[in-house]
């Protein structure tokens, strides 16, 4: 079976910090791992994805994940933080059969 | 280039009351589709998944049906609402092979 844990609800920074939303993950065979992000009231929109090679994978408004094998995680990162990164996120996995598994969602807010 | 389309985008039904949420997909061919249900603004469940017309997969037993009538469009379906069918539901399509889901800007169903 394979399932994403998103261990926090929420995360707050202030503005210019960096950002760091927690990911880990349990697949049998290669893990193919995707965070999304989502406006209120909207479709959610892809961000990054990691299928294989580099375990630092750059994606789209700066945002960057890192993968990590033996920990079993896939966070996401952005070295600083815009109050317009707002928004609730999602960590997935895709299983063989091209089934994808969301995570619960961590909401991040980000302050002036 | 590829877009999805979802309608309508708000909805309010009677407990009992039928139910179609329909999806297309413009752009591209044999896509895989998917129904998803975001309740309380968080956690994805995924609903039903299809490779091709005519073949779904559910992926838990509940009071929604889907059916995939021509290559491009998925309708998700119920014949008697009940209260906890409310939620904001997300069609998505893939192309398999590692690729990510795009999503549409989902239908928001109030059941009362």
């Known amino acids: 079976a394979q399932s994403v844990a998103q261990p926090e609800d929420q995360v707050n920074v202030a503005e210019g910090n960096p950002l760091t939303v927690k990911c880990t993950y349990s697949v049998s065979g290669n893990p193919y791992l995707f965070w999304y992000v989502q406006y209120p009231n909207r479709g959610l929109q892809f961000l990054l994805k990691y299928i294989t090679g580099d375990n630092l994978v750059k994606g789209s408004y700066g945002f960057e994940a890192e993968f990590n094998k033996s920990q079993t995680s896939f966070h996401l990162k952005k070295p600083s933080a815009l109050v317009s990164d707002s928004a609730l996120y999602f960590c997935?996995?895709?299983?063989?059969?091209?089934?994808?598994?969301f995570g619960s969602g961590t909401k991040l807010n980000v302050k002036p | 280039s590829q877009t999805i389309h979802q309608w309508p985008a708000t909805l309010v039904q009677p407990v009992g009351s039928p139910l179609s949420l329909e999806c297309t997909v413009e752009?591209?061919?044999?896509?895989?589709l998917y129904w998803y249900r975001q309740a309380a603004g968080r956690g994805l469940q995924l609903l039903f998944y299809?490779?091709?017309?005519?073949?779904i997969s559910s992926e838990v037993p509940q009071n929604l049906s889907a059916s995939r009538p021509q290559d491009r469009q998925f309708i998700l379906s119920s014949k008697k609402l009940l209260l906890s069918d409310s939620g904001f539901y997300l069609c998505?399509?893939?192309?398999?092979?590692?690729?990510?889901?795009?999503f549409g800007e989902g239908s928001r169903l109030t059941v009362l």
């Open positions: 998505a399509w893939g192309t398999g092979a590692g690729g990510e889901l795009f």
């Open positions: 299809s490779v091709g017309i005519g073949q």
């Open positions: 997935a996995v895709r299983n063989n059969f091209n089934k994808f598994y």
């Open positions: 752009g591209t061919s044999n896509p895989n």
